[in-house]
């Protein structure tokens, strides 16, 4: 009895460590810079029209536009921002063109705050700009 709780003891002992270090060593994406690949896997990069010139705007560029984003993630030499508005939310994915290079917004989306539905992108980023 006293072997099989010694061995109980030290398995949650072992999942707390790695467990604390998944809570206290994450730091924001925009306090670290993201890593640039010499591998680029080129995405497809959404039609501009209408956006406001926020296709192929980088990260910098955009939180000087709308603000301070509410969510900025990071995975990999990919972006997200996600900027909110009294009505919408924007989400703008950033990826690197070529390697190397700095990331650019390639896609945006923009949706309801209430009820996640759709909404014209244009509108939302005119909505963020007038905040």
């Excluded at 060593?25 to 306090?31: E, I, Q, S």
């Excluded at 536009?65 to 924007?90: M, T, Y």
């Amino acid at each position: 009895m006293t072997g099989r709780f010694i061995v109980l003891s030290m398995l949650w002992g072992a999942l707390g460590l790695a467990l604390s270090g998944c809570v206290g060593g994450a730091r924001p994406a925009a306090d670290r810079p993201a890593p640039r690949s010499s591998i680029v896997a080129v995405p497809q990069v959404m039609a501009a029209q209408g956006l406001g010139g926020v296709i192929g705007s980088p990260a910098g560029a955009l939180t000087r536009r709308f603000g301070n984003p509410r969510i900025d993630l990071a995975e990999g030499d990919a972006r997200k921002l996600q900027f909110a508005g009294p009505s919408c939310v924007l989400d703008i994915f950033l990826y690197p063109l070529s390697a190397g290079a700095e990331p650019t917004a390639t896609y945006v989306d923009a949706r309801l705050r209430q009820g996640g539905a759709a909404v014209d992108q244009g509108a939302c980023i005119r909505e963020l700009e007038t905040r």
